[in-house]
T-cell receptor, first 112, second 114 residues
Framework: GEDVEQSLFLSVREGDSSVINCTYT??????LYWYKQEPGAGLQLLTY?????DMKQDQRLTVLLNKKDKHLSLRIADTQTGDSAIYFC????????????FGKGTKLSVIP | DAGVTQSPTHLIKTRGQHVTLRCSPI?????VSWYQQVLGQGPQFIFQ???????GRGNFPDRFSARQFPNYSSELNVNALLLGDSALYLC?????????????FGEGSRLTVL
């Protein structure tokens, strides 16, 4: 079955880089996503990557995908206190599926 | 432009009662999905509707039902509420059958069952 795993907590100092990791099991995954959730709020789509890509960069965000190992990472450069939130990795199966499978989320704490 | 709007934002029910949650998608979006997020967990897929038809259903009991209206808004209904139904219910909209599958989420309806 489908499963997405993430480490639960990450703490970094302001100005450092953060790297949040995710592994998934569904080899038919077509797209993988990173969402951000701030306390009491819904989910905000940060970025996504197609499964035939290995890297995508968007301003301070860099997504790396190792399809062979089914490993996805999100790097946030120059982490700010406003980046403190829960980050969810999610995968979408093949064409025709709209169901996203989410991990449990990684809580990022940024120390001033 | 308005994003995805959900109502109510918070509600409290007792076991055995029924609840209806409402969602209005982003203008122009024809697909609505519902997710349940229990405290400390990631969202779990409940339903997906496109053009008023159910296109996907997650592993939830028949007490959960939904529908989509001609204006693409949607309702999620839960009957015979259990304590374990306490969660944040998230609605997400998308354009439709696009391969990228980007979902845009509302702020959610937080349901507490006592």
């Amino acid at each position: 079955g489908e499963d997405v795993e993430q480490s639960l907590f990450l703490s970094v100092r302001e100005g450092d880089s953060s790297v949040i990791n995710c592994t998934y099991t569904d080899s038919s995954s077509t797209y993988l996503y990173w969402y951000k959730q701030e306390p009491g709020a819904g989910l905000q789509l940060l970025t996504y990557i197609f499964s035939n890509m290995d890297m995508k960069q968007d301003q301070r965000l860099t997504v790396l995908l190792n399809k062979k190992d089914k490993h996805l990472s999100l790097r946030i450069a120059d982490t700010q206190t406003g980046d403190s939130a829960i980050y969810f990795c999610a995968e979408k199966a093949g064409a025709g599926s709209y169901q996203l499978t989410f991990g449990k989320g990684t809580k990022l704490s940024v120390i001033p | 432009d308005a994003g995805v709007t959900q109502s109510p934002t918070h509600l409290i029910k007792t076991r055995g009662q029924h609840v209806t949650l409402r969602c209005s998608p982003i203008s122009g979006h024809k697909s609505v999905s519902w997710y349940q997020q229990v405290l400390g967990q990631g969202p779990q897929f409940i339903f997906q509707y496109y053009e008023k038809e159910e296109r996907g259903r997650g592993n939830f009991p028949d007490r959960f039902s939904a529908r989509q209206f001609p204006n693409y808004s949607s309702e999620l209904n839960v009957n015979a509420l259990l304590l374990g139904d306490s969660a944040l219910y998230l609605c997400a909209s998308s354009l439709g059958p696009t391969n990228t599958g980007e979902l845009f989420f509302g702020e959610g309806s937080r349901l507490t069952v006592l």
